[in-house]
């Protein structure tokens, strides 16, 4: 079973930086795709950002050129930084993992973390 915990949420001005963390356990991690997600109060979830075991990333044209996606197969972690942060990026983001090649918004992940804040202010 995997289970995902992400953490490094929070409040920043706009401008600003925060990198999330997302810990993986289970089995595996090299093989499984991952995504952040992430969903503002009234709309619907969506990709921010996505990686593959081979290290292929895809970006949400919105964060494009200031969010970057990593992996760390050793410490079974992904991470997102993110810079010049602005109102509109404020969310609840979401780790995902899937057993596979990518997630997408149609290739959904197999499993969910329980989500942390991120709030920028103007």
């Known amino acids: 079973q995997v289970q995902l915990v992400e953490s490094g949420g929070g409040l920043v001005q706009a401008g600003g930086s925060l990198r999330l963390s997302c810990a993986f356990s289970?089995?595996?991690?090299?093989?499984?795709?991952m995504g952040w997600f992430r969903q503002a109060p009234g709309k619907q979830r969506e990709l921010v950002a996505d990686l593959t075991g081979s290290d292929d990333t895809n970006y949400a044209d919105s964060v494009k050129g200031r969010f970057t996606i990593s992996r760390d197969n050793t410490k079974r972690a992904v991470y997102l930084n993110m810079n010049s942060l602005k109102p509109e990026d404020t969310a609840i983001y979401y780790c995902?993992?899937?057993?596979?090649?990518?997630?997408?918004?149609?290739?959904?992940?197999?499993?969910w973390g329980q989500g942390t804040q991120v709030t920028v202010s103007s």
């Open positions: 289970g089995r595996f991690f090299r093989n499984y795709a």
């Open positions: 995902g993992a899937r057993d596979g090649f990518r997630v997408s918004t149609v290739v959904l992940p197999d499993y």
